[in-house]
Each structure stands twice: as C-alpha cells, then as structure tokens.
C-alpha cells in the first residue's frame, strides 16, 4: 500500500478546512474594513457638512444680483428659444359678459319660438 505525501490535501475534511479557513480570512477583512468606516464617520460627516457650508457662504458672498439672467434656472416652457403658445385664460369681465350673451341669445330664442308657434299654429 502506498502512502500519501504530507503536501498531498486531497480529503475532504483537509479541503473543507482549507475554505473554512479563507472564509475566516476573508471575514476578517470584511470586519476591519467596516470597524475602519465606523472610525472614519463622524470625520466623514463633519468634512461633509464644513463642505456644504463653505458651498453655502461662497454662494452668498459672490454678491450676484437675484435677477441675475445667467444663473436663472431654464424654464422648460422656453426651451430651444421658441416662445410659449399657451392661450391666455379669460378674464373675470369677459366670462361674465360670454354669459351675459348667452343668456340674452337663449332668451331671444325662446321669443322666437314662441312666436313661431304663435303664428304658425300648429
């Protein structure tokens, strides 16, 4: 019978052994990792918002006029340099004489038909 050389890992129990152990590896480095971002946070954090204020005080101090046309956001209706079509609503006045119209046109109709029937008798 012949025997196995010591380098020779071919069981399963050495095979299992072997990945348990690169997954240990592996976890290990996942672990340092996240207990290095947790460390880092509050610094993150803090460089964050010390950003986000200095965005905040350059912004106001560039001394830029509110009517400031360059830095106006684009208003889709005006896209491509064509001008908006959107017909204008009535105003209050003019509904209320369209209604006006309309009730002096339904009144003159009912005189019509009325007088139709009157005189045509039927």
Same mark, same amino acid.
């Given at each position: &019978?012949?025997?196995?050389?010591?380098?020779?890992?071919g069981t399963? $129990?050495? #095979? !299992?052994?072997?990945?348990?152990a690169r997954r240990e590896?592996?976890?290990?480095?996942? &672990?340092q990792k996240l207990e290095?971002?947790?460390q880092e946070a509050p $610094?993150? #954090? !803090?460089e964050r918002t010390r950003q986000?204020?200095?965005d905040i005080i350059s912004r106001a101090?560039?001394?830029g006029s509110r009517l400031d046309v360059s830095i106006a956001l684009q208003d889709r209706r005006y896209r491509d340099g064509g001008t908006y079509n959107r017909p204008r609503r009535a105003l209050r006045k003019e509904r209320r004489e369209g209604r006006i119209v309309f009730l002096v046109l339904v009144v003159v109709l009912a005189a019509a038909v009325l007088w139709l029937m009157?005189?045509?008798k039927f």
């Open positions: &019978m012949a025997r196995r050389s010591p380098k020779d890992n399963p $129990l050495n #095979a !299992q052994q072997q990945e348990l590896s592996q976890l290990r480095d996942e &672990m290095r971002m947790i $610094l993150v #954090a !803090q986000q204020r200095e101090t560039e001394g009157t005189h045509l």
